[in-house]
Nanobody, 112 residues
């Protein structure tokens, strides 16, 4: 089983990124999926979750600028981040919580 995140990079404040997480070795279409992030020197924190039927839910800090979506035909989930801020800098991970599968993460760096 592999979860492969991509789409991170170096962006300026106010920019946007769309992170992808493609699963292999597992059909995630019937699974809830989560996104986490870990800022430098801080604990990993949940950004939000998307249910198997495509309903997203977000932690308070993520409402408004973060959008989680999924494409079951591509066995993938996505995290759109708009109006990026320096505090969004960190490694972003996708996670399949029922089996505790994690990707390797993708680095997001927001420069001011």
């Amino acid at each position: 089983v592999q979860l492969l995140e991509s789409g991170g990079g170096l962006v300026q404040v106010g920019g946007s990124l769309r992170l992808s997480c493609v699963a292999s070795g597992i059909d995630i279409s019937n699974n809830r999926m989560t996104w986490y992030r870990q800022a430098p020197g801080k604990q990993r924190e949940m950004v939000g979750v998307i249910t198997s039927d495509g309903t997203p839910r977000y932690l308070d800090f993520a409402r408004g600028r973060f959008t989680i979506s999924r494409d079951n035909a591509k066995n993938a989930v996505y995290l759109q981040i708009d109006n990026l801020k320096p505090e969004d800098t960190g490694v972003y991970y996708c996670n399949e919580p029922d089996h505790y599968y994690w990707g390797q993460g993708t680095q997001v760096t927001v420069s001011s």
